[in-house]
């Protein structure tokens, strides 16, 4: 997967449960779990908002492109 969620690591950096946060910004502890883990296929741009409103943090901190192999030109 290009895309890969930090969401883990923001939540560590600011000593915050994920229950906590899905309680924060209206969702589900299981919905919440799916981004975390990368099996997400997408995310409302309003939950990526509110992520990073209750993590003060950007959305560059929690999203990141890593180019697969293939995508690397030699």
Do not use: W, Y
């Not at 969401?7 to 915050?16: F, G, I, S």
């Amino acid at each position: 997967m290009a895309i890969v969620i930090n969401l883990d690591v923001m939540l560590a950096k600011r000593k915050m449960r994920s229950n906590e946060l899905a309680k924060l910004i209206g969702i589900t502890e299981q919905n919440l779990s799916i981004l975390k883990n990368g099996r997400a296929k997408a995310i409302k741009l309003a939950t990526l908002e509110a992520i990073c409103k209750h993590l003060d943090c950007q959305p560059g901190d929690i999203l990141e492109f890593v180019p697969s192999p293939e995508d690397v030109e030699c």
